[in-house]
């Protein structure tokens, strides 16, 4: 009792200090939200398990390096948003052009990975789990989705996205202070868990790369000039990251020995069944974060695709068409296949985007800084590498 009571303080808290209007109409902070939005989503919820599950004792190590690669591509694209705020271009057209469709690509497979979190995890709290619920409540989405763009545009849904993020980070605050206790006891009991990781060598590598998706979101600062000034739009990204790395540490390392996972199936909602076993109270809270954050980044992904699409095409396509081919994708990916084979699909899309973004920045710093080509050469090949040898877990 002890314990709900503290859970639902420290979220109450949180919830409140983040609607301090200082804090909510800071610019750099609000710039922050929306790549929070997508960074600090559906894969936090699906990581700890998923690790826990593949490397055992090692998953904070892949974590950190899934969080330092994504570091290296958000330079990349932070370099690329300085030449366009100096030069007007970051490159050739038809490379930014080859850019902006491989993400409109991208971002119709993750709203197909938002929404198939959200069905599962809308079925996760009823006594019976049916994947065809789940893919009709999945289907159901998107047709509210689509009929909403269609009739009104994304504005008005996309004003909850601040509220999803303070919602979504309160809760993560309780959530760790839940983990830290539980953590605690099984330190004064001497019962902390360490377990040999399950994938290795040279499947657990192909494995890390079909995560990438799960720490991806930075991006979208690239896109926010109508908004913010470069300088802006980089700072935010980087304190996004940042943020967003320090919380999935510290997340990763609780989870990973505090719990075993020979106890616990996989699924894309097993973080539930783990947290029931903390508290009551924490399995309602995950459910309703889950639900808000991947509702309101589907509705962020299928409009900036529609964007990217009407821009590509030079209008030919309009946005309401847009909507209706990133709809269709969607829920042909969402009766085809499961969620961790999206997951893996979605960090393919998104590796082959950050590899022209990698490839992009090199060809422009290849006279004037050799030594910073090189390394986003490497970005770029590390790029393909994802895209052709990622994997979903089995």
């Excluded at 989503?41 to 899934?66: K, R």
């Excluded at 783990?274 to 009551?280: A, D, R």
Aim: proline share 3%; glycine share 8%; charged share 10%.
């Amino acid at each position: 009792m002890i314990l709900n009571t503290a859970i639902l303080i420290t979220i109450a808290i949180a919830l409140g200090l983040l609607w301090l209007p200082g804090l909510r109409k800071a610019q750099t902070w609000r710039a922050m939200v929306t790549p929070l939005a997508s960074i600090i989503g559906s894969g936090f919820l699906v990581l700890g398990p998923l690790l826990n599950h593949a490397y055992g004792l090692w998953g904070p190590l892949v974590m950190g390096a899934l969080c330092l690669v994504a570091w290296g591509f958000g330079t990349a694209i932070r370099d690329n948003i300085r030449a366009i705020d100096r030069d007007g271009q970051a490159g050739p057209a038809w490379v930014e052009n080859t850019a902006s469709a491989l993400l409109g690509f991208a971002y119709m497979v993750s709203v197909a990975y938002y929404l198939n979190l959200l069905g599962s995890f809308a079925v996760s709290l009823l006594p019976f789990q049916s994947q065809v619920l789940a893919r009709s409540i999945t289907t159901a989405v998107y047709a509210v989705i689509v009929f909403v763009g269609w009739t009104r545009g994304f504005a008005l849904l996309e004003r909850m996205e601040y509220a999803s993020v303070a919602l979504k980070l309160a809760i993560i605050a309780g959530l760790v202070l839940a983990l830290g206790v539980y953590l605690g006891q099984a330190v004064s009991q001497d019962a902390l868990i360490v377990t040999q990781p399950f994938e290795t060598g040279w499947p657990a590598l192909t494995l890390a790369f079909g995560m990438i998706v799960t720490v991806q979101g930075f991006e979208t600062s690239r896109y926010l000039g109508g908004e913010y000034d470069a300088p802006t739009r980089i700072r935010s990204m980087r304190n996004a990251q940042l943020l967003a790395t320090a919380i999935y540490l510290v997340y990763i390392a609780l989870v990973t020995y505090t719990f075993s996972p020979a106890t616990q199936a996989l699924s894309e909602t097993a973080i539930v069944d783990m947290m029931g076993v903390i508290s009551p109270v924490l399995p309602v809270v995950l459910v309703a974060a889950a639900l808000a954050a991947q509702f309101s980044a589907a509705v962020a992904d299928t409009g900036g695709s529609g964007g990217l699409l009407q821009e590509l095409s030079h209008r030919r396509i309009s946005q309401k068409q847009a909507y209706a081919l990133t709809v269709a994708v969607g829920l042909a990916l969402t009766w085809a296949a499961d969620v961790f084979e999206i997951i893996a699909y979605a960090s393919r899309a998104f590796a082959a985007y950050y590899a022209v973004q990698s490839a992009l920045a090199a060809w422009r710093c290849r006279r004037d800084a050799p030594a910073r080509a090189g390394l986003y050469a490497l970005l770029a090949l590390l790029g393909l590498a994802i895209v052709f040898f990622g994997r979903a877990i089995e």
